[in-house]
């Protein structure tokens, strides 16, 4: 059992030493370069061979094809659902995807912040428009 005189001792050390805890979220420290936070999509290269909806093992991704030909895709990303193991990186061919370390502050107070939309601006627009999405093929995601 400790005396009484050490934790005295022990507690008035505490008031002077510098706290060994970081003061977050007042100060945030960068993440480690691989960390695995958000997942972003860039449209550019996208070829929609879907390959990275097949291999999620969480079913996080959904390709929405608006123009095959053209390579109009919209991907809709589940963050709530997604497990953060970077599978989907790292079997895009065309350097799509990639784990974001600096967007990992996801929490929310409802669920519509964890459904996003990426793609172009104006493909983006038209998956959102409802009278518009009817025009769009079913969404490409894994088979049953
Ligand atoms: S990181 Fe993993 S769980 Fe998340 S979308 Fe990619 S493959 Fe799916
Ligand atoms: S694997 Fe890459 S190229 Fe294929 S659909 Fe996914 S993001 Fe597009």
């Not at 999509?41 to 990275?52: A, H, R, S, V």
């Amino acid at each position: 059992m400790m005396r009484i005189g050490a934790m005295f001792s022990e507690v008035f050390g505490a008031l002077f030493n510098k706290p060994r805890t970081q003061p977050y979220p007042v100060e945030k420290i960068p993440a480690p370069p691989r960390y695995r936070g958000k997942l972003v999509y860039n449209p550019e290269t996208c070829t929609g061979c879907m390959l990275c909806v097949k291999d999620c093992p969480a079913e996080a991704l959904e390709l929405l094809v608006i123009d095959r030909k053209a390579k109009k895709f919209v991907m809709r990303y589940h963050s709530d659902r997604c497990v953060y193991c970077s599978q989907c990186v790292e079997n895009c061919r065309f350097g799509c995807l990639e784990m974001s370390n600096d967007q990992w502050e996801l929490a929310a107070l409802n669920k519509e912040p964890f459904t996003i939309y990426y793609g172009k601006e104006e493909d983006v627009r038209t998956i959102l428009e409802p009278a518009a999405a009817e025009q769009t093929e079913e969404p490409c995601t894994q088979p049953a």
